[in-house]
């Protein structure tokens, strides 16, 4: 395989309630979705800008899809963990890691969503003027 990109180009966060979990991600990150059904099954796709870097997925809802705090873990890039963790925590999550120090990279923290998925959060250190 001679793939000329990333190995990973895309996602999908399970949910229980679609409309819950498009409110808690419009009010937390500000993002739009746009509603489709693929294979029967209820998705909300995130924005994905070509012009940026990085990859897009979707809430998807459906019999094969199960909310965890045990599987693998999502990481959104923010300007502002604090921020971003005061929103999620307003509008119904929950922290499960803290804001922490990560080198020379930023730091991470993590929360529990709407749906009971474990999201964790990456913040790039800030450049001194």
Do not use: C, W
């Not at 796709?45 to 979707?58: M, V």
């Not at 502002?80 to 803290?98: F, K, N, Q, R, W």
């Amino acid at each position: 395989m001679n793939r000329k990109t990333n190995p990973v180009v895309y996602f999908e966060i399970p949910v229980v309630d679609m409309d819950r979990a498009i409110v808690f991600y419009q009010a937390v990150f500000g993002f739009d979705f746009e509603r489709i059904v693929i294979d029967h099954n209820e998705m909300a796709l995130f924005p994905l800008l070509p012009e940026r870097e990085g990859i897009s997925g979707a809430l998807a809802k459906g019999e094969v899809y199960k909310p965890t705090v045990d599987g693998m873990i999502i990481y959104f890039y923010t300007e502002s963990i604090d921020e971003t963790m005061t929103l999620a925590l307003a509008h119904g999550g929950e922290v499960l890691y803290p804001k922490t120090s990560n080198g020379d990279l930023g730091f991470v923290a993590e929360f529990k969503d709407s749906e009971g998925n474990r999201i964790a959060l990456q913040e790039d250190l800030k450049e001194e003027e």
